[in-house]
């Protein structure tokens, strides 16, 4: 019940009630209300704004998600970095080892085929984060079935080493040029600009850059079977057969250090870095024929380069630039 207001009439000499007029009550109503709105408004901003509150339950949850979310991330790159390396496992079990002894290659097909027939992963389903976790299942699934492949693979190989130890000791398995003297690797095998014509021409060989005199090294045992300028656009050249249809060829020497019909051994040096034949700056040309045809020489530096240095050779290899002959 609210109070009665009065006031004294100095005109009556009496008290009289206070009468409130419609209009202000209205007014007070009205903003009250107003003050009640934005009041509520405040309060909401606030809200929205400071960080909520969490239980100590809702943190541990929280804490528990953002680990899961680090490992994940972890996990793939792990996952990343061992399918690069069975890959290049796998370049060279194909391009090299397989090469040596005249197996087949593994078929792309079976190295990735996948899993047929039901569902792996239908228990996996129905999650929040069901499509991240069945991806990462697939991945390492993949990569522990090309493991075994890749194993069995390596089992033959490795038999097949035992029975070919000769072959082993010829196969040109080294670089000819050591990377202490090569100043740079100035052109791989495929398709090159010619220096003398600018066309496109396809190089056969491996390019080593370096200063006039350097040493050349047998790159496997073998007999020579030539050491002449005979051959056009060679200049002074040595060509060593390694049995097995191995044979190397070393161009633009400066002079040779061996004979016809001498037996070499792999690292013996057998000529020494020139300019002659068709060549625009002292460098060795050098090229692997199997079976009589032209081979990439990339693929048979493994006696001699450490995996890093391996890779920067590929690297530089793959260079489409202009050859030195």
Same mark, same amino acid.
């Given at each position: 019940?609210? *109070?009665?207001?009065?006031?004294?009439?100095?005109?009556?000499?009496?008290?009289?009630?206070?009468?409130?007029? @419609?209009?202000? @009550?209205?007014g007070?109503?009205a +903003?009250?209300?107003?003050?009640?709105?934005?009041?509520?408004?405040?309060?909401l901003?606030?809200?929205?704004n400071?960080?909520?509150?969490?239980?100590?339950?809702e943190?541990?949850?929280r804490?528990?998600?953002?680990?899961?979310?680090?490992q994940y991330?972890?996990?793939?790159k792990?996952?990343?970095r061992?399918? #690069?390396?069975?890959?290049?496992?796998?370049?060279?079990?194909?391009?090299?080892?397989?090469?040596?002894f005249?197996?087949?290659p /593994?078929?792309?097909?079976?190295?990735?085929?996948?899993? !047929?027939g039901?569902?792996?992963?239908?228990?996996?389903?129905?999650?929040?984060?069901?499509?991240?976790?069945?991806?990462?299942?697939?991945?390492i699934?993949? $990569?522990t079935k090309?493991i075994?492949?890749?194993?069995?693979s390596?089992?033959?190989?490795?038999?097949?080493?035992?029975? *070919?130890?000769?072959?082993l000791?010829? /196969?040109?398995?080294?670089?000819?040029?050591?990377n202490s003297? +090569?100043k &740079?690797?100035?052109?791989?095998? !495929?398709w090159?600009?010619d220096?003398?014509?600018k066309? =496109?021409?396809f190089?056969?060989g491996m390019?080593?850059?370096?200063?006039?005199?350097?040493?050349?090294?047998?790159?496997?045992?073998?007999?020579?079977? &030539?050491a002449?300028?005979?051959?056009t656009?060679?200049? =002074?050249?040595?060509?060593i057969?390694?049995?097995?249809?191995?044979?190397? $060829?070393?161009?633009h $020497?400066?002079?040779?250090?061996?004979? #016809?019909?001498?037996?070499?051994?792999?690292?013996d040096? /057998? !000529?020494? #870095?020139?300019?002659?034949?068709?060549? #625009?700056?002292?460098?060795?040309?050098?090229? /692997?024929?199997?079976?009589?045809?032209?081979i990439?020489?990339r693929?048979?530096?493994? !006696?001699s380069?450490?995996p890093?240095e391996?890779?920067?050779?590929? @690297?530089?290899?793959n260079?489409?630039?202009?050859?030195l002959?």
């Open positions: 019940m609210s *109070k009665v207001k009065y006031y004294y009439d100095s005109d009556t000499l009496s008290y009289r009630k206070i009468e409130q007029k @419609k209009g202000r @009550k209205f007070i109503a +903003l009250s209300i107003l003050g009640a709105f934005l009041a509520g408004f405040l309060l901003l606030i809200y929205l400071i960080p909520q509150l969490e239980t100590p339950k943190k541990a949850y804490r528990e998600l953002e680990n899961m979310k680090l991330d972890l996990m793939n792990r996952l990343k061992d399918e #690069v390396i069975l890959q290049e496992i796998a370049e060279r079990d194909d391009n090299i080892y397989r090469l040596y005249g197996a087949k /593994i078929p792309e097909e079976l190295r990735n085929a996948g899993f !047929g039901v569902n792996r992963y239908k228990n996996l389903e129905g999650f929040d984060n069901s499509e991240m976790i069945i991806s990462s299942s697939e991945r699934d993949k $990569l090309q075994v492949v890749q194993s069995k390596l089992d033959v190989i490795a038999d097949l080493a035992e029975q *070919k130890e000769e072959l000791a010829t /196969i040109p398995a080294i670089q000819p040029i050591q003297d +090569l &740079r690797m100035a052109s791989g095998y !495929g090159r600009s220096p003398f014509t066309a =496109r021409k190089h056969y390019d080593f850059s370096a200063p006039t005199g350097t040493p050349i090294y047998a790159s496997g045992n073998g007999v020579v079977k &030539r002449d300028a005979n051959s656009g060679y200049g =002074r050249h040595i060509r057969d390694h049995g097995f249809n191995y044979m190397s $060829l070393y161009a $020497l400066s002079k040779y250090n061996v004979k #016809v019909g001498q037996k070499v051994k792999r690292g040096i /057998i !000529g020494y #870095v020139g300019n002659t034949g068709r060549s #625009v700056a002292p460098h060795l040309h050098y090229e /692997i024929f199997k079976d009589g045809e032209k990439n020489p693929n048979f530096y493994y !006696g380069l450490t890093e391996f890779a920067e050779m590929l @690297k530089a290899s260079l489409v630039n202009e050859t002959d």
